[in-house]
C-alpha cells in the first residue's frame, strides 16, 4: 500500500501542520520509502526463531534493588528555611520573596 499526497496532506491538517509543496513531496517519499522497508522485513523466514530468544523462557535477569542509603554531603535541614516533622516547608512561590520560616506554617 503505497502512501499519496493526499494522505500526507489528510495527516498534516489532523495536526495542523503547514506543509509547503517541496516538504509534502518529501514526506511522500520518504513515507514510502519506509513501508518499501517494512515490505522487505515481511518477507524474511523467521520461522525457526522463536519471539524471545535472547532472552530465553525467564525474561530478563532484574537486579537487586537494595543499597546502603546514600548520604548527603549538607544537613537536611539547610535545604529548606524550615521543617515540621521531618518534611521541608518551602514558601509559596506567589510569597517567595521576603518570607520569614513563621509564614510559613
Partial sequence: MAVTRDDVAHV????????DEAQMTQM???LNG???HMDVLQQVNTSGVSGT????E???PLRRDAGPPLSLARPLESFAPS???GFLLVPR???HEDTAPEDLE
Fill in 28 to 30: 511522500v517519499t520518504e
Fill in 83 to 85: 521543617m515540621r516533622d
Fill in 93 to 95: 512561590l506567589s510569597t
Fill in 53 to 56: 530468544a535472547a532472552v530465553e
Fill in 34 to 36: 519506509i513501508l518499501a
Fill in 58 to 60: 525467564a525474561g530478563m
Fill in 12 to 19: 498534516a491538517a489532523l495536526a495542523r501542520l503547514a506543509l
